[in-house]
């Protein structure tokens, strides 16, 4: 019997259709954070009563379509408090989430009979690491999108009702609109979104990132040529890959590193499609509450054992400093080749400054959140390896603020509440007192103080005190880039309450190509110097500072003058390859005898010098910043800094009265050791051919003062020791938290421990040891400089540092030449630090 669809039928069906579709209920929505604001992903939406679903995407949305005759919608996921809302049956509607955070142990509800079934899959996932990890592909490129936001928070009522805060009470009731319903307040300051290319190649390994547009919004932000350079992919690197990953200049095991099950617990909680890859969900903990190890939940692919999904976290329990919480989101998919790359990731760090700082848990904070978007792979297509020699490149036309240029070239729409964002801080940054107080800060951290188009400063060297001058007073300066970004005219006055003398330098330095860099400049100064306290090797400007606040601020006991100028010439010639020239005239003269001042002059006859210096450093994968007019070394990752050094002294030179030549080699490296700390070491050797005046051979820094001075040998007397021959070793290791983590009463103090070995091996001429007995006769034993004999100089120290958060306190002890007159065989040195 054939069957027939009559009209009655048609008009049933329809008016089934009709019902059903009328019975649907669709409820979409987003999940967000309730302290942050942020995305909260992978969050499990069910209906009420049922089991029916749906989980939330990287950016924390939803969708749920169901003919289910339900009620209400809840959404839970661990670390956060389940909520629940009410919904309306065949309605559209969209519900939004805000969670508020919740501290699960899991360790306290999960038990296993047997083998943890989470122990194999881990297992796994470690073994694979070296085949899914990117670096393992011959080379990768991507366009990669990045946005940062930095806030203030917990904007408390106290906060509130500062008088400062008063003056901006519209941007912070704005604030309060923006927050939402269950959402804490936060005040942003600083907002920046970012599009550059990003490449990566092995063999060599090198990288570079190409920045092409930015767009930086910020309270004290006039110039974003500084930012630029810090807020590409290059800064949020976060590969779970590899055993270790650097966070706030910390070492964190990765869930799957080598040797996971030492710090994790971990459990198997479910097992879920994510896309078209069938997931084991594995929460972990750490092991020791004071380890730098991650909480939350990681995905593993069942058919690859690769990670698809993190989302990690660092409480205030780890020990580490000023953060309360650091987040890690990310999404990755598989390369054609293989390895899996991160497309998403969110990452939120948490800082308590105010209240490490002593002002209490009520306090301010900041929030500083990261969001990395990459698309367009390119795979296993290396370029020529001269191609990756700047490593970040910043176009000259890339600060772009057009918002529909952005519009069209964003990964991800920026949200109602981001849009609102930019247009609060420009509102807060053209507020008076918030201007005024950006300044100060700004002076404080840079020591320099703008104004117009003139910086002043440092500040460290504005007043001193010494045995020589008595009270020193210093004014000192430079143009800023609203003055020129090719030249720089810099210089300073002094003067000596005690020796009533000036003192005295000018110059003036021209850019001539910031890429590569290439600066030509002149100086001529004149001012008191002591053997042993040279700053030739000092790379940059905050440790010329720091060396001359020191200096300055010091019993000189073997002083002389120095008139001096010098043309200097420095050029990067190829990634990591530096070079500088200096040609300079120098006249060393004796001070005028001062029954005051209680020193030997190092100084038998005055006497010129005029000199070529060439200097070569090379570090593969030095990090250099350009910061207005000033390029600055941030260190290496992987790879030891080399510097080479060759003064030659040209005899009957434009006054010179000697012909010798000083050649010196340096190598500096850190070497992370995971869960052992970091070490560093310098190794420097030299050899000064020809007989020469005291100033000019090789002075050692000693350091008579009660504070830690990293670049002296602190139980070594000032001017004690001088050498034409010598080689020495520093080494320093940090301990982080390796041993104290694991005392039960110490690790809630959070004390990290170090050591330090200094070792010094030189030596004289027998010339040259006429000299220093010359010197000698017209001393006393304490102040004599003398040349080492066959036995090393060697001090050995320890210490324990992160003392309530900002103190360190160091042991020294002194293993050689004991039986010299005036020394020290144990010493204690102080210093503060601000380290994470």
Known sequence: ?????????????????????????????????????????????ILGGTSIGATTDFAGYYEIITIAQVDSILASYIGYQTKTKSITIGKSQVINFQLQEE????????????????????????????????????????????????????????????????????????????????GQAVLPIFISESISRYYFRNNPELQKEHILKTKITGVGMDDGSLIS?????????????????????????????????????????????????????IDITPKRKGDL?????????KEHYALKQVDLRVTGTANLNFVEKIKIQQELEPSEAGPWIPVKSRILTDFNLMADFGFGKQAAGFLAKFYTSNKDWVINQPHDPRFYDLTIEVDDDAMQMDEDYWDEIRHDPLTPTEKNVITMIDTLRQIPQVKRITNIITYLVTGFIEIGKLDVGPYPLIYANNNIEGHRFRLGGRTNIYFSKKWVLKGFLAYGTQDEEFKYGAGVDYIVSRRPWTKIGFYSARDIQQVGLTYDDRTNLFNLVAFEAFFRNRKHTSPYLLDE????????????LNQRIIFRQREYSQLPPD???????????????????????????????????????????????????????????????????????????????????????????????GDVPVPLLKGHIGNESPFLIKIAYNLMNSSEFVSDTYASLNYRHRFEGFILNRLPLIKKLKWRLRGTANVLFGGVTDENEQILSDIDISGTPSQTTKALDSTPYVELGYGIENIFKFGRVDFFHRLTYLDDPNVDKFGVKFSFQIIF
Not at 243 to 270: H, R
Not at 627 to 656: C, E, H, W
């Open 1 to 45: 019997m054939k069957s027939r669809l009559t009209v009655g039928g048609v008009i049933v069906f329809f008016l089934l259709a009709l019902s059903l579709q009328a019975q649907q209920t669709v409820v979409s929505g987003k999940v967000t954070d309730t302290h942050t604001g942020d995305p909260v992903p992978f969050v499990n939406i």
């Open 103 to 182: 501290i699960v142990s899991l360790e306290d509800v999960i038990f296993y009979a047997g083998e943890n079934p989470a122990f194999a899959i881990m297992r796994k996932a470690a073994a694979n690491r070296a085949r899914h990890n990117k670096k393992s592909l011959q080379a990768y490129e991507f366009e990669s999108y990045n946005k940062i936001e930095v806030d203030l928070d917990n904007l408390t009522e106290k906060f509130r009702k500062r008088k400062l805060v008063q003056k901006i009470k519209k941007v912070i009731d704005s604030v309060d609109q923006i927050a939402g319903e269950d």
């Open 229 to 281: 350079q810090f807020i590409g992919s290059s800064f949020q690197e976060y590969n779970f890959y590899q055993n270790w990953l650097n966070i706030w200049d910390k070492e964190f095991i990765s869930p799957i590193a080598s040797g996971w099950k030492k710090y994790y617990d971990v459990y198997l909680i479910d097992s879920l499609y994510i896309g078209d890859h069938f997931c084991y969900r």
């Open 293 to 301: 190890a991650f909480s939350g939940t990681i995905w593993i692919t």
């Open 565 to 576: 100028n010098r043309l200097t010439f420095r050029r990067e010639l190829r990634k990591g």
């Open 595 to 689: 029954p005051d001042s209680s020193f030997v002059s190092p100084i038998l006859t005055n006497f010129g010098t005029t000199e070529i210096v060439l200097e070569t450093r090379y570090g593969k994968d030095e990090l250099w910043i350009q910061n207005d007019n000033v390029r600055t070394s941030f260190g290496s990752i992987k790879y030891p800094i080399y510097t080479f050094r060759l003064i030659a002294g040209i005899d009957n030179l434009l006054g010179s009265d000697l012909s010798y030549q000083h050649a010196s080699i340096n190598l500096f490296k850190n070497v992370k050791m995971g869960f052992l700390g970091v070490s560093s070491f310098s190794v420097t050797g030299g050899k000064v051919f």
